[in-house]
């Protein structure tokens, strides 16, 4: 469903993502990994729109759509959430998932003002959806909280919440399980196998290897911006080039 | 559902108090026209909040869409001999497209940048009107400006004026209300809150800044061209860097973001300011101390003080009675 094509972006001298290409098919759960610095965020904002390709394509279903601005691949079907938490803080946690629901809206200035049955309908009726997400991420209790006085972990939920909203087909987790314990990484990884069910393609990029092989089910390796293993979590955990891009090669003597 | 009880219970009290309020100035001219005055304050306040308050744009130039509305409503009605009921309306859609074609630059800009970028065009409608001799009549400004009529009915006293106007702030209040909680309203705290995130889920962060300079340029200049009309005599005086500042004030001091924050504001500073008629030279100096006492003891202004005294009192009586 989606394509990279022979990405690449440089930042001055820095090439970020090197030639990257890759395709990620409809329902899997794909884990994009490698060391600090790899490229994957980078991968995530050439892919949402945040930055734009020196050359290479990405392609959506058969449209190229790389360059767009995020606003409209979002609505697109590509949802994201953030390494370092991006949520409206002064909202409450139900308003947050509101506003995901943007894009599947269309309710205008004027049809707020004078209130039209259509608008309060929608209303009605993302209020109920955004109810289930809530419940269905297990945030259902906190809905009228401050995003801002949620724990981590529950920002982190809340983040996929929102993300949700806006009915993506294609799902990108940036470190989803960053700053979580050990029970929450657990539940989070029942989470992703939930959204995988719902039909969601969900793209990974996390540091928790556990995690990763517990949830993924292809994966692509990158190093210094460039793709060097991609395939089932079994056969990446014993190639040698990994290994030695995560540890550092042996010493020849 | 009791967030909203709540608001409708409060609504119903403001109303009470204006009522009284009414009835005791059925004797006082001069209160009647404060009045007025803490009206068509908090329309452009209110204008300004939406800007300021809810999408986080700043603006110290908003004395140009006031001046806009009230020029343009005067020059309509005076000149082109249009009914000021019409006329007003006119001269807040030309102050409304003004604002669209400012936020075209100024949406891409943030924080300093776009206070510069206010301030200048607050200056060049200034000048503009100070110097266009045959349009404005300069320095000397319009008198003589027709009063509103409505119906074969003209609202030429204070106290007809001031209902006048309480029922168009209430509109424009529960407008303001409804955008608010409505998908654009959500849109606008969210490009406040995280432009990044706003972006990301699907809004058109640029399409809602100027959404939002239309809106707030619309109803400034609508209290422009409602304060020409009730006071008939307009001058370049009135739209100074002053009157930006003191909208600015106003909206710090009442409290940003809030419903209630705009009203609150623009009648204290109002009455203050009346209160200190014979200090106008200190004007500015008030207005000063004004700024210093939300930066230093009310950062949320005085709704921010009336809700952390509204938690206390619940979470001292609210258990009990539970």
Redesign the interface.
């Known amino acids: 469903m989606l394509k990279l094509e022979n990405l690449t972006v440089q930042f001055g001298g820095l090439t970020a993502v090197n030639d990257v290409t890759t395709e990620i098919e409809k329902g899997a759960i794909f884990g994009l990994i490698g060391p600090n610095g790899a490229g994957k965020t980078t991968c995530f904002n050439l892919i949402?729109g945040?930055c734009k390709p020196t050359s290479g394509k990405v392609i959506l279903n058969g449209k190229e759509i790389q360059g767009l601005?995020?606003?409209k691949i979002?609505?697109l079907g590509i949802?994201?959430t953030?390494q370092n938490i991006?949520?409206?803080?002064?909202?409450t946690v139900i308003?947050n998932v509101?506003?995901?629901?943007?894009?599947k809206?269309t309710?205008?200035?004027t049809?707020?003002?004078f209130?039209v049955r259509k608008?309060r309908e929608?209303?009605k009726a993302i209020i109920v959806k955004c109810m289930d997400i809530l419940k269905f991420m297990d945030l259902a209790e906190k809905a009228d909280y401050k995003a801002s006085n949620l724990s981590y972990g529950e920002q982190r939920r809340l983040e996929i919440s929102?993300?949700l909203a806006?009915d993506p087909a294609l799902l990108l987790l940036d470190e989803p399980a960053a700053g979580m314990n050990g029970r929450e990484k657990e539940e989070l990884t029942q989470t992703i196998k939930k959204i995988s069910q719902k039909g969601i393609t969900v793209l990974l990029v996390e540091h928790d290897m556990r995690l990763v092989m517990s949830v993924t089910n292809i994966i692509c390796v990158l190093n210094f911006g460039k793709k060097i293993a991609f395939g089932s979590p079994e056969s990446i955990q014993n190639n040698e080039e990994v290994i030695t891009a995560y540890l550092g090669g042996g010493l020849d003597v | 559902m009791l967030k909203k009880l709540r608001q409708k219970r409060i609504s119903i009290i403001v109303l009470l108090i204006v009522a009284i309020i009414c009835a005791f100035m059925l004797k006082e001219r001069y209160l009647a026209l404060v009045l007025c005055f803490i009206c068509i304050n908090t329309i452009a306040v209110t204008g300004l909040d939406i800007l300021f308050g809810y999408t986080g744009q700043v603006s110290f130039g908003h004395a140009a869409y006031y001046a806009i509305g009230a020029y343009g409503s005067t020059l309509l009605s005076m000149k082109a001999g249009i009914p000021p009921a019409i006329s007003i309306l006119m001269a807040s859609l030309i102050s409304m497209v003004l604002g669209m074609i400012i936020a075209i630059p100024a949406a891409k800009l943030v924080k300093h940048f776009l206070s510069l970028l206010t301030i200048a065009f607050g200056q060049m409608v200034y000048i503009f009107i100070s110097i266009t001799d045959p349009l404005t009549n300069g320095y000397s400004g319009i008198m003589a400006i027709p009063h509103i009529s409505l119906f074969g009915y003209t609202f030429t006293s204070n106290q007809s004026n001031f209902f006048l106007l309480l029922a168009i702030t209430i509109l424009v209040l529960i407008a303001k209300n409804r955008i608010i909680k409505s998908r654009v309203g959500r849109a606008f705290i969210a490009v406040r809150e995280n432009t990044q995130a706003a972006n990301g889920m699907g809004i058109n962060v640029r399409y809602y800044k100027i959404m939002a300079f239309a809106i707030s340029a619309f109803l400034t200049g609508l209290a422009g061209a409602l304060y020409a009309h009730l006071v008939c005599f307009i001058s370049p005086d009135s739209f100074t860097n002053t009157t930006s500042n003191l909208f600015m004030t106003m909206l710090l001091f009442g409290g940003i973001g809030s419903l209630a924050g705009p009203v609150i504001g623009s009648a204290i500073l109002v009455i203050v300011t009346e209160l200190m008629q014979s200090f106008v030279a200190y004007q500015m100096l008030i207005y000063a101390i004004f700024i210093l006492a939300v930066l230093f003891y009310l950062p949320n202004g005085v709704i921010g003080i009336l809700d952390t005294f509204r938690a206390k009192v619940k979470n001292k009586f609210g258990k009990k009675a539970e």
Not at chain 1, 86 to 91: I, R
């Open positions: 949402t945040v601005p995020p606003y979002n609505e949802a994201r953030y991006n949520l409206f803080k002064k909202m308003e509101m506003v995901g629901c943007h894009t809206t309710s205008g200035l049809a707020a003002i209130k608008q929608e209303e929102r993300a806006s």
